[in-house]
Nanobody, 124 residues
């Protein structure tokens, strides 16, 4: 079992920045790819981006490329989502997720473990 706890959400004006954190416990963190997802009110959960378990590779959904950056610190069992140039359409509950994978594989779906989510609200 892997337990995930997100933090760092809040209210920010358009154009602002937030950094979300996700702390993992329970298993060896470095063997897991980590993903970030978001779900806006009344919509399905969408993939935002993910990072492989060494931290050497990342993938992003098109609408956040160039604005969001995912990184991880395996020594702290933590993955980060740095969000810059935020837009009102980025408003959602953001969740991190984990899945055990091969070293360079970065899945966009089928994650096994999920955090409870943290609300991000971007005002116009």
């Amino acid at each position: 079992q892997v337990q995930l706890v997100e933090s760092g959400g809040g209210l920010v004006q358009a154009g602002g920045s937030l950094r979300l954190s996700c702390v993992a416990s329970g298993r060896t963190f470095s063997g897991y790819a980590m993903g970030w997802f978001r779900q806006a009110l009344g919509k399905e959960r969408d993939f935002v981006g993910a990072i492989n378990w060494s931290g050497s590779n990342t993938v992003y959904e098109d609408s956040v490329k160039g604005r969001f950056t995912i990184s991880r610190d395996n020594g702290k069992n933590t993955v980060y989502l740095q969000m810059n140039s935020l837009k009102p359409e980025d408003t959602a509950v953001y969740s991190c997720a984990a899945v055990k994978t091969l070293p360079n594989y970065i899945p966009r779906k089928d994650y096994d473990y999920w955090g409870q989510g943290t609300q991000v609200t971007v005002s116009s």
